[in-house]
């Protein structure tokens, strides 16, 4: 995997699980999996850093919050 993975064209969705007053906002860009990573960022920091994850490891991820695997904070 790149770290140098142009993401200026990414087109980012927030996450379904962000809530909507402004706090714990992520934001993914699913097209990017081209690359074979998945990036995520901040959304009230779209200028900061992305984190990239393997594709595989996002889904995975994803799938976990799904089934209920972690505790709500």
Do not use: I
């Not at 906002?25 to 998945?38: D, N, S, W």
């Not at 984190?51 to 505790?71: I, N, R, S, Y």
């Amino acid at each position: 995997m790149s770290p140098d993975v142009d993401l200026t064209a990414a087109q980012w969705v927030k996450s379904s699980y962000s809530e909507g007053n402004g706090g714990l906002c992520l934001e993914f860009a699913p097209a990017a999996q081209v690359h074979g990573v998945v990036p995520v960022r901040d959304s009230k920091n779209p200028d900061g850093p992305a984190l990239t994850f393997p594709a595989g490891h996002w889904t995975t991820f994803v799938q976990a919050l799904k089934d209920g695997e972690f505790e709500a904070f």
